[in-house]
């Protein structure tokens, strides 16, 4: 018995938002059939970290090793990714020497809390270790009405929201149309993919 290809859903959430918008992702997988969305998040680093859990499971690399594509998301910390999420993706070096992810395509989505504060950045850092590993981005087109006529998150580069400094800011509905475009988009890529093998 085999299982269902998934999209690794994978983020990083302090204060909850970006957790939300891995929601919204998941949401757009599941419309694709035939794929599921597997959510999961990574541990903090920081015994300071009085966050509470979701009740998410962490990320194993062997969750990364079988996706047949992923969506990755991070709240922004100084126009990067924030360590936890960069700590993970460390750690998959193996995955790399071994060309595991080569051609899968791959996602990415954030959360800050100033308007101007490195969403874009944040987004392409994400990037990079991806398009090491052989991965195939995949951003936002403009043909997402939304993308067009959002006055917050969203990029042709990812999704992203802005959740303001106090943080009570929820997800508005172009933000989430963002992000269930986003695992859409992903999920009927790998879909082709796997067609193609």
């Not at 302090?14 to 541990?43: D, H, K, L, N, Y």
């Not at 990320?59 to 960069?86: E, H, I, W, Y």
């Not at 995955?95 to 595991?100: D, H, K, N, R, T």
């Amino acid at each position: 018995m085999t299982s269902e290809p998934y999209i690794l859903v994978l983020y990083y959430s302090r204060e909850g938002a970006t957790a939300a918008m891995a929601r919204q992702v998941a949401r757009g997988v599941e419309c694709v059939s035939g794929i599921e969305a597997r959510m999961r998040t990574v541990p903090s680093l920081s015994s300071a970290d009085t966050s509470t859990e979701d009740g998410a499971l962490h990320a194993t690399q062997d969750d990364l090793r079988g996706c047949a594509g992923l969506v990755m998301g991070s709240p922004t910390r100084f126009g990067n990714m924030a360590a936890p999420m960069k700590q993970f993706l460390d750690e998959s070096s193996a995955l790399w020497l071994q060309g595991a992810l080569i051609d899968r395509p791959a996602g990415v989505f954030t959360s800050t809390s100033s308007l101007h504060g490195g969403q874009e950045t944040t987004l392409m850092s994400m990037m990079l270790p991806l398009i090491h590993h052989g991965m195939v981005m995949v951003g936002v087109p403009y043909s997402v009405p939304e993308l067009r006529a959002t006055e917050a998150g969203g990029t042709p580069y990812g999704a992203s929201h802005w959740s303001t400094e106090a943080g009570d800011r929820p997800l508005d509905d172009r933000e989430s149309a963002i992000c269930r475009a986003l695992g859409k988009r992903v999920a009927e890529w790998a879909m082709r993919t796997l067609g193609s093998q």
